[in-house]
Every structure is written in structure tokens, then in C-alpha cells.
């Protein structure tokens, strides 16, 4: 089924959800989005981590100059609204800023900056038999890009050109995910996911000026780890140590908390879910699915008549909220 999306402050019919076929997002790649979870939990349905979601989604416009024309809080309370009306219980969200129609070619400071909102179900990102008996990866040929090129703290729609290219390749190489060096050879992240390494009891992973995307969920697992003791090492680490590690395991909004069962065909462990990584996925299980929320990472969905909201024009926003209090570098 096919459900209303939320375009520029109002609700369209799917079909009816369309952009230009010369929007300069299409030529140039010029759109930031994120990935939001809403899940069916024991307390009802919740979004995970939702301020600190739209927050990345603001900064990452920023970055790229575009000014949203929508608050932190309305961007909220779109997403509650289309949840609504889609009736789904359990859903990915996903808004998206982008350039729209104006003048073509590089420059994009005159188009238009277009916010839309959708809603679907989709279920485990990397298989349901992937979150126990793990997936089998490759190092990919092709790295993360360099920390002078593009801003890879920003979830733009360019960027992800080189995971595509990343995942792509793994498939058609008969693997589940690609795991990317960074332009000096340290290990950075899979295509859509951060990755941990477990050796020894201690938990390792890449730190941002490796050029990944400070995941909400790795921030997530990061705070879960440490406040059950263990120690969290956000250091370089090379390709070789992913062979010999005891673990690995994959973190995103869309894998959760995935394990690694191989790499390029060396076992990984015993060759299935280890038990730092099972413990920690439970906790965060724990969370996501019973709603024992002790961190306020749940934003439950309201009642439909406490959401719906009058159709908001671009300049006539309420005025901003207050933006939540997170470190920018390692928790967004």
C-alpha cells in the first residue's frame, strides 16, 4: 500500500508526490535525507531518537547551504502526521531536502529548496536471518572518499554515489555488504552501516575523522556499551585486524545491530553472533521493541487529533525549538 507523503506542509496522494525532471537534485545530486525507524513497540508505536535525526538532517543542509523553511519541531511534527495517516504501526521515514527547479548547472543558490516526507514499512535491512546467524562481507576496491572532498558528516544524496558503488559490487560478488578503507588504508564503514570491532573484550571503532557518518544508532550502541563497562575505542585500525577479530558487527537505523559472520571468506569468531554482540543487540532490543526506554530515545506517536496540523507555507514557521543537546562530532 502506498501512503500520503508529506510535500512542502501538506499531505499529497503518493502518486501525486512528484519533483521536475529538471530539479537539480536529479543532475546534481544536491539532497540531504535521513533514515528514521518508527517501531511497533510493547508501549505502543515510537520513533527512535527523532530530534536527533532531524537535527542531523538540519545540520546536514546547512552544510550545504540549503535553508530549510521548517523548524526543528514541525519537521517533528510532520513525521508524527504522516505516520497518522499512514496507519502503519511500524514503519521507515524518510525526509528529504533538496534542490528543486531554477537555473541549471553547478551553482544551485537560486533553485528552490523542496521538503518532502514518506513513510513505508520495510523490514530487516540485511534479511531477518541476518540479526542472528550474521552476513558475510567483503573489503571493497573502492574507499571512502578523503575528508577534504565531500562533508562526510553530512547524509547527502552525492555522497551515497560511492556506497552504491560499494554495494553493487558486493552483491555481485555473492556477499551480503562491502566493508570501506579510508584513502590511507584504515578501516572506515560498510555501504549504509558503522562498523565495531570486539577483541579481547574491548569494543573498537573507526573515529569520524575517517570520513564516516557519526551514526545516531552507533552513538546509540556506543552509550549501551559503556554504561554495562565496557570499553568503547574510537581509534584507527587496520584491515588485517577485522580477520583476526573476535568480533564484528554492522550498526544503522536500516541493520540495527547486525552481525559478521566472514570477510572475504575468513571466519570471523566462531562464525556466527558473538556474545558482546548479542548482549548489546538485545539491550538495544530491549528498547526498540518493549519500549523500556531509560535513555528518552523513544518519541511515542500521539493520537491522530493531537497531531494533524494546519498546512504550513515555507516563511511562516513557528519559531525554532530548541535543538537538542548532543555533540555534533560523536553522536549524530
Known sequence: MNHDIWVNGRMVPHEDATVHVLSHALHYGSSVFEGIRCYDTERGSAVFR?????????????????EIPYSLEELENAAMQTIQESGLKSCYIRPLVFRGTGSMGVNPLDNKVETYLAVWEWGAYLGPEALEQGVDVEVASWRRMAPNTFPAMAKAGG?????????????????????????????????????????????????????????????????????RGYEVIEQNFPREALIIADELFFTGTAAEVTPIRSVDHYTIGSGSRGPITEELQRAFFDVIQKGRDQYGWLTFVPQAESVASPTLEPGTQSSKSRLPNIDPIRSL
Not at 537535527?55 to 546547512?62: E, G, H, Q, T, W
Not at 579481547?200 to 556499551?225: C, E, F, N, V
Open 50 to 66: 527523532l530530534r536527533e535525526h532531524m537535527r542531523r538532517l538540519i545540520d546536514s543542509a546547512k552544510i550545504y547551504r540549503m
Open 159 to 227: 555522497n551515497y554515489l560511492n556506497a552504491s558503488l560499494v554495494k553493487m559490487d558486493a552483491v555481485l560478488n555473492g556477499f551480503d555488504e562491502g566493508i570501506m578503507l579510508s584513502t590511507d588504508g584504515y578501516v572506515a564503514e560498510g555501504s549504509g552501516e558503522n562498523l565495531f570491532l570486539v577483541r579481547d573484550g574491548k569494543i573498537y571503532t573507526a573515529p569520524s575523522g575517517q570520513s564516516i557518518l557519526p551514526g545516531i544508532t552507533r552513538d546509540s550502541i556506543m552509550t549501551i556499551a559503556r554504561e
